[in-house]
């Protein structure tokens, strides 16, 4: 049979014309180092990718070739996320928390050409220049040489017009690199079909739920998986954006200044927001959603924004590898008349996937993997398959580690998947604890330690023992007001909810968790610090607090 549908290739070209022929007004705000709000409309926001496209021309870039940013979430940063694909070749957003050594090898790996430097991190980024003198940069503020160009003086300088000509959707349109949180990072190469396809899942309304109306504070930063796709989700959809630069002083001021309604980013921002939510010293009634992901959301502090601040939790899971998104948590309409503590318990259970990404629960065998059953209780290796799931990592053989022969990504997150098809991660393979031959899960314990109204943060990791193999050990930071005995209470509490050997043999109170570079609590630096000492605290940087340290 022919084919009598359009060939219409799905390229991001589509996004940022649908967004300035059908939304041209809509507004782009940026904080700025000063305090002040930069304003913009989406017209205005199109012409200067337009010139960009130019520059970058002019500059000599070519299809394929990869470009670099080293910035925080900004207008220019955003007009590089367009830019960059829409020409052909592909945006590769750095870390700009990764240590120097590992920046460097991954801009090596990458062969980027040039890199577009923020002016919060200019001075930051000179540690790394010498290590990447090949590499040349374009800073967004004020020239710091007379040979590097500058970004305002590139456009005021470019061609106004630029057209658009990718044909092949297959087309590489972005590089990120995972966090690395447990190994190395490894780069994800998307395609524009890929992510105009996340898009189109990203904003359907059980997913990400964006509307027109919505202002969408991306606090994600946007190295951290395409800032989870919001950039291209919230201009498809015509919302406004309020992108926070480097730093934000006060989220809840950002917020009540630019009217937001959906903000999105990691647990550990979320739990250090809400002290300053709570207040409402800032007018936050306008926020009516988060995306939250990147780790656990626990079900205490689901409660609290959505019993306390009436803001509705939209908690997700996914990886850099999956662009990012996976799975979604929203409750079904079955679950309405549940109580409000069942409800936050599904909520804060990974969810289910999104359309179109397919999961399996699978066990390895000597011949391959046998499925597990969807029976919330059996846990097994979470595999997933969909159209933006990368099938190899950049410059890396595909190896049976990542990737099986059929086809599915391996995730490395040991799961639980109910009978109405809710994921939830019961650890990574890497973080889980093998004691006695036994499995603890690092996640369910540190959940269980944050239901204590006096426990703020919380990692378990496990440490080798001779006897057990590994033991955990809870590294716990407090309100300033808990009380002395603080450690037994949490024992007995765990105690009630667990078998006894999962409780952990010690407590060690800090003032605060290591986080990696995307805010996670980092648990290798944490093991790090606590392997190969007797006394864990003196070893432990993470300054032990004024509390108790105990060793049992
Ligand atoms: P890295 O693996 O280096 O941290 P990513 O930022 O891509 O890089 O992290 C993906 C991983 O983050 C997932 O495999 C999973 O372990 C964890 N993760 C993401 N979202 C959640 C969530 N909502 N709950 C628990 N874990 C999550």
């Known amino acids: 049979m022919p084919n009598f549908m359009m060939s219409h290739p799905l390229t991001l070209t589509q996004i940022l014309e649908h967004a300035y022929r059908i ?35 002019q500059l000599g870039v070519q299809c394929g070739d990869r470009i670099a940013t080293y910035a925080s979430n900004t207008y220019q940063h955003l007009e590089l996320y367009y830019a960059i694909p829409c020409l052909g070749a592909v945006l590769h957003p750095l870390n700009v928390r990764l240590s120097p050594v590992q920046l460097t090898q991954i801009i090596h790996e990458a062969e980027d050409k040039l890199v577009f430097v923020d002016s919060a991190y200019a001075v930051q980024f000179q540690a790394l220049q010498d290590k990447i003198d090949s590499i040349r940069p374009v800073y967004f503020g004020p020239k710091s040489t007379d040979t590097d160009p500058c970004y305002e003086q590139l456009l005021s300088e470019a061609e106004p017009a630029y057209t658009w000509d990718i044909g092949d959707e297959n087309s590489p349109m972005g590089l990120c690199y995972t966090s690395g949180t447990h190994g190395e990072p490894r780069g994800v190469l998307y395609t524009h079909r890929s992510m105009y396809l996340h898009t189109l899942a990203a904003n359907q309304a059980d997913v990400f739920g964006l509307t027109e109306a919505d202002v969408v504070l991306p606090i994600v930063p946007m190295f951290h998986a395409m800032a989870w796709g919001l950039p291209y989700a919230s201009m498809f959809t015509g919302a406004d954006i309020v992108l926070p630069g480097a730093k934000p002083s006060s989220i809840a001021t950002l917020i009540a200044d630019t009217g937001v309604t959906v903000a999105a980013g990691v647990p550990t921002v979320w739990a250090a927001a809400y002290p300053e939510f709570r207040k ?117 053989e595909r190896t049976p580690e990542h990737f099986t022969t059929d086809g599915w990504l391996r995730t490395g997150d040991l799961a639980t998947i109910d009978v109405e098809g809710y994921v939830q991660i019961v650890d990574r393979a890497k973080a889980l604890i093998r004691s006695g031959g036994e499995s603890i899960s690092s996640v369910a314990l540190e959940t269980a330690l944050l239901k204590h109204p006096d426990v703020c943060e919380a990692a378990v990791v496990g440490i080798p023992d001779e006897k057990w193999g590994e033991r955990p050990v809870a590294v716990v930071v407090c309100t300033e007001k808990t009380s002395e005995n603080i450690s037994d209470i949490l024992r007995q509490q765990l105690a009630s909810e667990f078998p006894k050997f999962w409780i952990p043999d010690t407590f060690i109170f800090v003032d605060k968790i290591p986080k990696t570079s995307v805010g996670k609590s980092d648990k290798r630096s944490i093991l790090a610090q606590l392997i190969g000492t007797q006394n864990p605290t003196k070893k432990l940087n993470i300054q032990p607090s004024r509390k108790e340290i105990e060793i049992c």
């Open 280 to 396: 409402r010293r800032a007018d936050i009634s306008t926020l009516r959603r988060l995306i939250v992901g990147g780790e656990a959301m626990p079900p205490s502090l689901i409660e609290v924004y959505e019993k306390e601040l009436g803001v509705e939790i939209c908690h997700a899971w996914g990886m850099t590898e999956m662009s990012p998104t996976g799975t979604l948590s929203k409750l079904r309409a079955v679950h309405q008349n549940l109580t409000d503590t069942e409800k936050w318990r599904i909520k804060a259970k990974q969810g289910r996937p999104i359309p179109g990404v397919e999961l399996r629960l699978a066990a390895e065998t000597t011949d391959g993997f046998k499925e597990l059953p969807w029976d919330g209780k059996t846990v097994g290796e979470l595999q997933v398959r969909s159209p933006w799931t990368a099938n190899r990592y950049y410059k890396i």
């Open 23 to 57: 939304h041209a007004d809509k507004q782009v705000t940026t904080l700025l180092p000063n305090g002040t709000l930069h304003r913009y409309d989406y017209a205005t926001l199109y012409e200067r990718v337009q010139s960009l496209a130019n520059a970058l021309s």
